[in-house]
């Protein structure tokens, strides 16, 4: 894994390997505005 991205979809690329390398089944990034989909977000949660 680079120590640097060059770009932000490379640092989302370098996220979603390393969450994967340490168990987990799926990775998501998203915008901290989250007003659009705050319904879905609690019903998930």
């Known amino acids: 894994m680079q120590s640097q991205p ?3 979809h490379d640092l989302a690329a370098q996220i979603k390997a390393w969450a994967k390398a340490q168990g987990f089944q ?3 990034i998203t ?6 989909h705050e319904e ?6």
Do not use: E, K
Not at 31 to 36: F, I, V
């Open 6 to 8: 060059t770009s932000l």
């Open 26 to 28: 799926d990775v998501g």
């Open 31 to 36: 915008d901290c505005d989250l007003d659009a």
């Open 40 to 45: 879905h977000l609690q019903a998930w949660l």
